[in-house]
């Protein structure tokens, strides 16, 4: 499966409700992808997530995040 698939499996994911196995998809994209664009995806997806997300699974998409940005910071190097 390749990134742009697994941004999309975790859309599908966070639509049907499954946000722990969506944040897990999406990390997972977030560490393969080199693409600037996939990682502002992500970022976005990983912000809802964040907002649909219960007290205790917030932890999983700050890393989201965390990994996103760091793309996103690296390209602007």
């Avoid at 976005?44 to 997530?49: E, K, M, S, V, Y």
């Amino acid at each position: 499966m390749d990134t742009a698939q697994m941004i999309e499996q975790g859309r599908t994911l966070i639509d049907q409700g499954d946000l722990k196995k969506a944040a897990t998809e999406l990390t997972d994209a977030a560490i393969r992808t080199r693409d600037v664009a996939e990682a502002r995806e992500i970022r976005q997806l990983a912000d809802r997530g964040l907002e649909l997300s219960g007290r205790f699974g917030k932890g999983r998409w700050k890393e989201v995040q965390r990994l996103a940005d760091l793309r996103l910071k690296h390209e602007h190097v």
